[in-house]
């Protein structure tokens, strides 16, 4: 596959961004060995995330005082992006665990309880961390009811990516509370824990090494001090609007490095044949690629700066993240399509980089705020009208 060069990927430039993107280097050829069969088969990218765990890539985020790397939000990014060049499901399922990790370090460093102690499990026993929060966010599935001690609680939970290897769901359940209504409960429940089920239903278009299974839990007891915070139902209110400001510029790192990885791939095809070189439609497809590339990472590089390295409530950060993964969803969508006319009739079949990333990229449109709704909120916002944001 074609290097992407300094121009093509802008992120990273600290002492700990080099030392993750060389991880992400030597563990490339892993990748890519693996990315198409997995493809294939439906199958979870295993030998991948094995050795983003021997290189240390999965306790990136933990804080370099218990254990890990300390990266920022940007450089998780960077990350992603990078080992989205070689393989899209493998970028995407971890970048599920790395803002998992991500909001685990904002906690800590807040003091809140048990974060430390998961952080510590991230770096010294290799745990998972899984979200169901792209399926659950403002208006989760399932119920939880009080007990002694805690909740009991019930639901199905779609598109649970490493749900194969994860060790812990970061999930949320509804809560009719007595007093306060209507409620979310966010609460951290161990997969192996009685009640909790992995249902494979994941055969997907695209992304299908992710294992984005299903979870079922089953009145699953949730003791009082694994309950992470109780929220309004309905909206995105203020530790939400944190959540997605941490973990949507990571999920969209890894798309732009499959839109990258789509281009790559056409670039080295036109070099290859002194015809497409010559040909003024194909400089122009190159171009207009390039072009939303650079405009998409432009967009991603904002957002990060607005959100920063330690992330607060705020509705201009959450709209400038809602925005620029809307911007990686539309310009990956397009590059891809040119892509796959500039490559021709061999990126059609089967096993092609280019037909992987074309089908891998859909799934961009499918994370919240969809691109529609990031308009419609956006515009409701700069209105003064009643939106999402709590």
């Not at 920022?72 to 070689?86: G, P, Y």
């Not at 002694?148 to 649970?160: I, N």
């Not at 969809?370 to 709590?390: M, N, R, S, Y």
Request: overall charge negative; glycine content about 10%; hydrophobic content about 45%.
């Amino acid at each position: 596959m074609t290097t992407l060069t300094a121009l093509d990927q802008s992120a990273g430039s600290t002492h700990t961004s080099a030392s993750l993107l060389t991880r992400a280097a030597e563990v490339a050829p892993v990748l890519e060995a693996n990315a198409a069969r997995h493809d294939a088969d439906g199958t979870f990218v295993t030998e991948s995330f094995e050795a983003l765990g021997r290189a240390g890539l999965l306790k990136a985020a933990v804080p370099a005082e218990l254990g890990g790397d300390g990266a920022t939000i940007a450089e998780l990014t960077a990350l992603q992006r990078t080992l989205a060049h070689h393989c899209g499901s493998t970028a995407l399922a971890s970048s599920m665990h790395q803002h998992v990790t991500a909001f685990t370090a904002w906690r800590h460093r807040r003091g809140l309880p048990g974060a430390e102690a998961t952080l510590r499990r991230v770096a010294d026993d290799g745990i998972v961390l899984v979200s169901t929060g792209g399926g659950d966010y403002s208006h989760p599935s399932g119920t939880a009811r009080r007990v002694d001690g805690g909740f009991r609680v019930s639901g199905r939970k779609r598109f649970v990516s490493q749900s194969a290897v994860g060790t812990v769901a970061s999930t949320m359940f509804r809560y009719d509370d007595p007093q306060e209504g209507e409620r979310v409960l966010n609460v951290a429940v161990p997969l192996a824990a009685p009640g909790v089920t992995v249902v494979s239903t994941w055969d997907s278009l695209g992304m299908r090494g992710t294992a984005s299974d299903d979870l079922v839990f089953d009145d699953v007891f949730v003791p009082d001090d694994k309950v992470l915070a109780k929220r309004p139902y309905g909206v995105v209110d203020g530790p939400l609007q944190v959540i997605s400001c941490i973990a949507f510029p990571i999920v969209s790192g890894a798309y732009l490095g499959v839109a990258e990885a789509a281009y790559a791939a056409a670039l080295a095809s036109v070099q290859a044949s002194p015809t497409k070189r010559e040909s003024a439609v194909v400089q122009r497809q190159l171009g207009l690629m390039r072009h939303r590339l650079a405009v998409a990472s432009w967009a991603l590089d904002g957002a990060l700066v607005a959100v920063g390295d330690d992330p607060k409530p705020g509705a201009d950060a959450y709209f400038a993240v809602m925005a620029a993964k809307r911007e990686v969803a539309g310009a990956g969508i397009e590059v891809c399509d040119l892509a796959m006319e500039v490559v021709g009739g061999s990126a059609y079949y089967k096993g092609s980089v280019v037909e992987r990333c074309y089908r891998d990229i859909r799934a961009a449109k499918f994370h919240p705020l969809d691109p529609e709704t990031t308009l419609v909120e956006t515009g409701k916002h700069a209105l003064g009208l009643p939106g999402v944001l709590a």
